[in-house]
């Protein structure tokens, strides 16, 4: 009889230890905060890869609900501002003439899938990639300049750009745009609360007049941005493993 308790007493502090070691291993919410810049890419830059030349400051947030080791959502947040400018550009010669330029303050809402591609979403230490997509919106207040705009050159060379302006600057521009972020990134858990992350991440969107200008720059392409980041993440329900002792009978 004592032998039958005592194997009942083992196998039930077995089973308590292991569901309390897999309840603490499988923390479902991470926090994160990171610091960067956003890069306007569009019709006011010559730059393949957007205008780094004009690149702003940008902070974002995120919280990250893990559903297993390879795949969370994530909802993120982030808030900087977008600036283009032809006067900072030498090459080709037409931008010093036609001195287009905007600034804008951004505010972007996104939902995230994140793709663990080493599948250590529960790893309590440890560097992994990751890739992500989804979809969001942006808030925007353009303010969009042509004052030193100057006209005799593209009435010689170009009058598409004056007739362009002229319709451009009656359009309305928006306030509002959805957007389709795609990025990756890595990250690395010194412990099983902290972590660091870098990511890089592109914005698609759907408007030629993110900058305020379509008509006299280039209507057949739409504008972009980019977001490059580094920042922290912290896990708010992780918790210590609890040992347990050894039983002996």
Known sequence: MKQVLSSTAIIAVTVFCFAVKAHSQENKYEWGANLGFVVYQGDLTPERFGAFKTQKFAVGIHVD??????????????????????????????????????????????????????????????????????????????????????????????????????????????????????????????NPKWGINAEASYRLSYTDYLDGFSQAANPDLKDHYLNYAIGVIFRPGKESKLGCPALKY
Do not use: C
């Open 65 to 190: 609900r893990i559903l297993n080791p390879t795949f969370s959502i994530r909802g993120n947040l982030l808030v900087g501002k977008l600036k283009g400018d032809d006067a900072a550009y030498d090459n080709p010669e037409y931008r010093q003439q036609r001195n287009f330029n905007f600034t804008s303050p951004l505010v972007e809402l996104s939902a995230l899938l994140v793709f663990n591609i080493t599948a250590q979403n529960y790893a309590d230490k440890g560097l992994s990639p990751y890739v992500f997509a989804g979809g969001g919106i942006s808030f925007l207040n353009i303010k969009r300049d042509w004052s030193r705009f100057n006209r005799n050159y593209f009435d010689t060379q170009n009058h598409l750009v004056t007739d362009g302006l002229a319709a451009d600057s009656v359009h309305s521009l928006p306030r509002v745009i959805p957007v389709l972020p795609v990025g990756g990134g890595l990250r690395y858990f010194f």
